[in-house]
Structures are given as C-alpha cells and as structure tokens.
C-alpha cells in the first residue's frame, strides 16, 4: 500500500481519551493540536493527506498544496472545505456520517429533561442550603413538567432527526416533523408531516435537525418565536446559524418562550458578547452533543476507514465528486 504523508491539522478536538486507529500504517504522520487561520497554508503545503475537522481549507490553501490528493472531514459536515476547489484537482473530501447520531438524539434529551424538570436551579439551590432550611420535604421554583402526551416538532428528519423521534414516541410524545424532501413516515404514531409554521404553532418542543443552507439561515426569527407556544422550549443541537440569536434573547426576556437549549451558537469560540450568553431560561452547552466517547472512537475509526479505502482504490463518502 502507498505511504502518504498524513496531516491533521486540529487533533485534539477529538480528545486524547480514546484509542486513535494507526494512521501510520498508511502513511507518515504529522498531527497539529491546533492550527491557526494563518498557519493553516504552511501546514497544508506540503499535505499529500489533509485531516480537519474545523479548520477552514479554502481554495487557496487547495492551490497553494501541490501534492494534495485527499481531504478527510474529522466530523459528518464538509462545509469547511472548498469541495469545488477540490473537484477541479480530483481531490475527494471524505466525511463520515451517522457516527453521532445517538449521542447527539441523548443529548437533545438532556437538554429538554433539564429545562422540564429544572435539574440545574434545583440544584444550585441545594448547595445554595436552600434545601437544608426548608420546612417541607420538598420544594421547588417552578412547574415541573411531563413529557408524555406533549407534542415533539422535529425540523428534519435525517438520522439524528429520525432518532430523536423514536426517542419521544418513548416518552409518549405527539411527533410532527417539517421535511423538505420527501421522508418515509415511522411506524408509530401518532405521527404526522407538517409545514414549517404549522410546527412551530403546533410543537411543545421544537428541536432542530437540518444542515445549515443559505436559504434556511436564521429560520428561527421573531417571526416563528411568535407563532410558539408560550410554555415551548426550543432546542437546537444542528447549526448556530439557524437561529436568530438576538431575537431568540428578546423572546426569552420577555416570556414569550419558556426557555432553550442549544448546543450550538453562530460563532464558535462563543464570544463574550453573544446575546445568549445571559439570556434567562437558556441552557447552553459548548458543541458537546456529537462527542461522547462511543462517538468519537467511531469517528476516527471511520476517518481511518475512509483513508484506507481510497488507497485502496475504493474511495467512500465522497461529498463533492459523482458518485
């Protein structure tokens, strides 16, 4: 088998606590923990393998990278690659799909529990002693609230979309969901496939399930918050972008929803100026969802997987080239 040389350009964003597959066997190694915007075209240069997860690799860093001949995504999006400027090199950038997919469906759930029962005021307020002077055996700030007979509405219906709504039927949950394109309907019910707007007005809980598009960008604006129910949660563990953050801040601020957890926020680092950082009733988690430990050792099995099949001749998950 053919050696290459192997770059990774942001290894430690899926941690050291797992048991990595033997790249060298493939190829010769050479893994960067982290890589800055302007590191990133040295470090590429020389790539004839290039592995990132989310560094940005631009036409630029593609022309700029004479001996490239194959890009793997360390995650199921492919967004932070030029897969056309690829293409014109005959360069396949590789993802890996559905590794996440029941991490992220238990984390959507975490989420909900936790804005449902009000697991982390609960407890700040034991360790506050809150607990220790209270006459009764119990106590609590706010309702809490069943999931069962409640409505789920799932915005996409992909694998983590699909899950999520097995997940909820579970909980004894009405499912509806908005697909673009046509869905095969589950076996349970009770079910249904509905219009965007019909979802929002209709859902206890809106949790969001679909890639991040030009045209869908910001689909959570003042206008869908007002068709929620006041008591609605809303959950988006799919792309910061696909919600307008300054008006889901206003929404929550003023009781127009009952709360949110997200997993995710447009820009990444969360900066200190974000509009959610503070917000009331919102739960945020730093784009954890997708990494639990199970998940990530099939991550990289399958980034590994996928680097050897095409140096096998039968390259797979081939995003930006025909089949």
């Given at each position: 088998m053919e050696k290459l040389h192997i770059v990774f350009l942001d290894a430690d964003s899926v941690g050291h606590d797992i048991a990595w597959p033997d790249f060298a066997e493939l190829g010769r190694v050479?893994?960067?923990?982290f890589t800055h915007p302007h590191e990133t075209a040295a470090r590429v240069r020389d790539a004839e393998v290039l592995m990132t997860n989310k560094v940005q690799i631009t036409a630029a860093h593609i022309e700029g990278a004479p001996k490239l001949r194959y890009i793997g995504t360390l995650a199921t999006g492919y967004n932070q690659v030029d897969g056309e400027a690829a293409a014109r090199r005959g360069i396949p950038v590789c993802n890996v799909p559905a590794y996440s997919t029941m991490a992220v469906a238990q984390h959507v759930f975490t989420l909900i529990l936790a804005l449902t029962s009000h697991i982390c005021p609960l407890s700040e307020s034991v360790r506050a002693g809150d607990w220790a002077k209270s006459l009764h055996f119990c106590y609590w700030h706010n309702p809490i609230v069943e999931l069962?007979?409640?409505?789920?509405?799932?915005?996409?219906?992909?694998d983590t979309?699909?899950?999520?709504?097995?997940?909820?039927?579970?909980?004894?949950m009405q499912v509806l969901v908005y697909a673009p394109r046509p869905k095969t309907a589950p076996g349970y019910t009770p079910?249904?496939?509905?219009?965007?707007?019909?979802?929002?007005?209709?859902?206890?809980?809106?949790?969001?399930?679909?890639?991040?598009?030009?045209e869908n960008r910001h689909m959570v604006n003042a206008a869908r918050l007002a068709?929620?129910?006041?008591d609605a949660l809303l959950i988006n563990t799919a792309r910061g972008s696909l919600v307008d953050e300054q008006a889901?801040?206003?929404?929550?601020?003023?009781?127009?929803?009952?709360?949110a957890g997200l997993d995710v926020v447009e820009e990444e680092p969360m900066p200190d100026g974000n509009p959610l950082r503070f917000a009331p009733r919102c739960l945020i988690t730093p784009h954890v969802a997708w990494c639990s430990v199970e998940a990530r050792t099939r991550l990289m099995q399958g980034v590994y997987d996928n680097l050897r099949n095409y140096l096998?001749?039968?390259?797979?998950?081939?995003?930006?080239?025909?089949?």
């Open positions: 050479t893994s960067y923990g069962d007979a409640k409505v789920m509405g799932l915005v996409g219906f992909g979309g699909s899950a999520v709504g097995r997940i909820a039927h579970a909980f004894g079910f249904a496939f509905v219009e965007l707007d019909e979802l929002f007005a209709r859902s206890d809980v809106i949790s969001l399930h679909c890639p991040l598009t030009s068709l929620m129910k006041r889901l801040r206003e929404a929550l601020e003023q009781g127009r929803i009952a709360g096998d001749g039968r390259p797979g998950h081939v995003t930006n080239m025909p089949a």
